[in-house]
Structure formats: structure tokens, C-alpha cells
């Protein structure tokens, strides 16, 4: 009997636009009144850029003071802190089992805070910015997750394993000329 693999990259759709506005809204409400930004990250907030369906949000604060406020809310509608997983300055926060919110438990996302200066945040975004504005970049991106996708067999942790040793290369050269030819907003 033959069972069809699922797919780990999909074609873009702009589904993904929507489920960042609609998770944004919601994380918006839950941190009403706090100091923060919240950015679209991630192969998803890119243009045209097949991927995993996963909606990766940053979530910006300015200092210290800031985190403890956010981290707080974030708990109170139903997210747990998952620590840094070992990237300083960027925490990575899941849903609680159990969380009954029609939107932050329907869409499929990565939420991480990040310190303002955090070298994550500025990977996150000037990775994402390059992508946005270079044709070629983006293709050959996407060519290289298919390519690591096929190679995993559509293995969601063996994907996350080859992404991890056979991209950063790529992702270093296009964040450098982001950083040269771009206008680095991003370094404050």
C-alpha cells in the first residue's frame, strides 16, 4: 500500500499575511499597554517564498524591564516561557496544552521576544529584508529547502537538522550584504 508523504514546503500562499495580522491582533490585545513591536519573520513574511506553514513573530522590547511585563502577559493568555534555547537576548514562548484561544491555537507559529540590540532580532530582519527585495536570493533559498526537504524525506527534525548545518552559510553572506548595501536601521 502506498501512503502519500505529507510535504514539509509549501507553495506561498497570502493565507500567511492574514494569520500574522489575525495572531498579531490577538498578542496585541494581550499586551495592551506595554511597550513592544511586533515583527513578520521568517520564510512566511517573505514575498512569493515557498516554506514551512509556520508563522515565526518577533516580539521587540527596549529593556530588560520590558521582558518581565511581556513575559508576564504572555503567560496570562496561555503561552509558556521556553527559555533562549541558548540564543542570548531572544526567548522563545509555545502554547500551554490545553489553550482554548480560536487564533493563537489554530494557526501554526513560532512566537520569540527579542531585546531590541539582539544579534537574533537583527539576523531575523535583515535576513528577512534581503530576501524581500532579491529575486535570486529568494529562489535559491527556497531551491535549497526543497532540496533539504527531499533529503530529510519530509522529516520535520531531520529538515530542522539539515537547515541548521547546510544554510546559516547562506544566510551569513546575504545578512553581510544587507548590512553593506542596505540601510541598517537595525544596529540601534
Known amino acids: 500500500m502506498y501512503i502519500k508523504k505529507t510535504m514539509l514546503i509549501e507553495k506561498y500562499t497570502t493565507d500567511w499575511i492574514k494569520?500574522?495580522?489575525?495572531?498579531?491582533?490577538?498578542?496585541?490585545?494581550?499586551?495592551?499597554?506595554?511597550?513592544?513591536?511586533?515583527?513578520?519573520?521568517?520564510?512566511?513574511?517573505?514575498q512569493n517564498l515557498d516554506s514551512k506553514p509556520i508563522i515565526d513573530i518577533d516580539i521587540i522590547y527596549q529593556s530588560k524591564s520590558d521582558f518581565k511585563k511581556i513575559k508576564s502577559r504572555l503567560m496570562q493568555i496561555d503561552y509558556f516561557h521556553n527559555g533562549n534555547?541558548?540564543?542570548?537576548?531572544?526567548?522563545?514562548?509555545?502554547?500551554?496544552?490545553g489553550s482554548v484561544n480560536k487564533i493563537l491555537d489554530s494557526i501554526n507559529h513560532h512566537l520569540y521576544v527579542c531585546l531590541s540590540n539582539s544579534q537574533a532580532l537583527e539576523?531575523?530582519?535583515?535576513?528577512?529584508?534581503?530576501?524581500?527585495?532579491?529575486?535570486?536570493?529568494?529562489?535559491k533559498y527556497?531551491?535549497?529547502?526543497?532540496?533539504?526537504?527531499?533529503?530529510?524525506?519530509?522529516?520535520?527534525?531531520?529538515?530542522?537538522?539539515?537547515?541548521?548545518?547546510?544554510?546559516?552559510?547562506?544566510?551569513?553572506?546575504?545578512?553581510?550584504?544587507?548590512?553593506?548595501?542596505g540601510n541598517n536601521v537595525y544596529s540601534s
Open 142 to 181: 527556497q531551491k535549497m529547502k526543497y532540496e533539504l526537504a527531499e533529503k530529510a524525506n519530509q522529516d520535520k527534525k531531520k529538515y530542522a537538522e539539515l537547515k541548521e548545518l547546510n544554510v546559516n552559510k547562506f544566510i551569513d553572506k546575504i545578512i553581510d550584504a544587507e548590512k553593506t548595501n
Open 19 to 46: 494569520d500574522f495580522t489575525d495572531l498579531k491582533s490577538e498578542l496585541d490585545k494581550g499586551l495592551f499597554g506595554l511597550k513592544y513591536n511586533i515583527e513578520h519573520v521568517g520564510s512566511t513574511s517573505v
Open 85 to 97: 534555547q541558548g540564543i542570548d537576548n531572544r526567548d522563545v514562548f509555545k502554547r500551554n496544552k
Open 123 to 139: 539576523r531575523h530582519l535583515l535576513s528577512r529584508d534581503f530576501l524581500r527585495k532579491n529575486d535570486w536570493a529568494r529562489l
